[in-house]
């Protein structure tokens, strides 16, 4: 892949925007195939903005993990496991990159673990983009200053869920540790589990607690920017997922 065109640029529905702009600059030479594309972009692009659309996409990545395969464990988990998201820059010159709000959630949920269970965490996220520091290294942080809770593992040299699942289960095992609770988003969590199986490892899901409904009004079919995020989310999932099956198959 071209360096300068990242896979999130081709999920949709950032995907749809592209389709859409190629549609418009198409028209000014081929004017129906152009209005054609763009139509179909902006029709896709509405329906992933709408409250219903989006709940629908995020509730099937939901309930994909309970389809995930798991591996038998020996005995009951041994650590907690949680997995990166995002990080956001510092304001502050001299400070350091911090978590972004979905890691924030995630290490939030695998604290009220760790205090129900008294297990010990390992955090999961190698160095990414431009950030001054590993993910793993960020949520070490965020956990110890503002959960009161340290992480006694740090994974740093994952890119993606996969490598986090290999990597986080190799530190576990030289610790002596068959298996583990893994925290993410519920919409996360199938590629998570499947991630752990395809590397051996038994894991249980311990997924960020979650509320979502939707009670149907005219404005669950009107454009709204948190449906898109919704839509955004689960359909990163469902293709990443669709992705590692498909690879997975060819090994």
């Known amino acids: 892949m071209l360096q300068w065109l990242s896979y999130s640029s081709l999920v949709p529905p950032n995907l749809f925007i592209l389709v859409s702009a190629l549609g418009v600059a198409l028209a000014w030479r081929w004017r129906r ?7 179909i972009g902006i029709l896709l692009l509405y329906l992933c903005s709408t409250e219903i659309v989006g709940y629908g996409l995020i509730r099937t990545a939901e309930a994909l993990a309970a389809d995930m395969p798991a591996l038998p464990s020996p005995g009951p988990p041994g650590a907690i496991i949680v997995l990166s998201a995002e990080f956001r820059h510092s304001r502050n010159p001299t400070g350091h990159d ?10 939030a949920q695998a604290a009220r673990e760790a205090r129900r269970t008294g297990l010990p965490i390992l955090v999961s996220g190698g160095h990414i983009a431009d950030a001054d ?25 994952s890119q993606t869920t996969y490598e986090n699942a290999l990597y986080s289960a190799q530190i576990l095992r030289r610790a002596g540790i068959s298996s583990a609770l893994v925290v993410t988003n519920s ?3 199938a590629r998570a589990l499947w991630s752990f199986y395809a590397v051996g490892y038994p894991v249980v899901a311990a997924p960020v607690a979650e509320r979502r409904s939707l009670g149907l009004s005219v404005a669950s079919f009107f454009p ?23 690879r997975g198959a060819w090994r």
């Open 187 to 189: 919409w996360h969590m």
């Open 224 to 246: 709204q920017v948190p449906a898109l995020m919704d839509s955004y989310y689960a359909l990163h999932e469902l293709i990443g997922l669709t992705w590692y099956q498909v």
């Open 33 to 39: 195939t152009g209005l054609w594309l763009a139509t």
């Open 133 to 157: 520091d590993s993910l793993a290294a960020m949520m070490a942080r965020a956990l110890d200053h503002d959960f009161g809770v340290p992480a006694r593992w740090r994974e740093e040299r």
């Open 98 to 107: 911090v978590v972004g709000p979905l890691t924030l959630y995630r290490l």
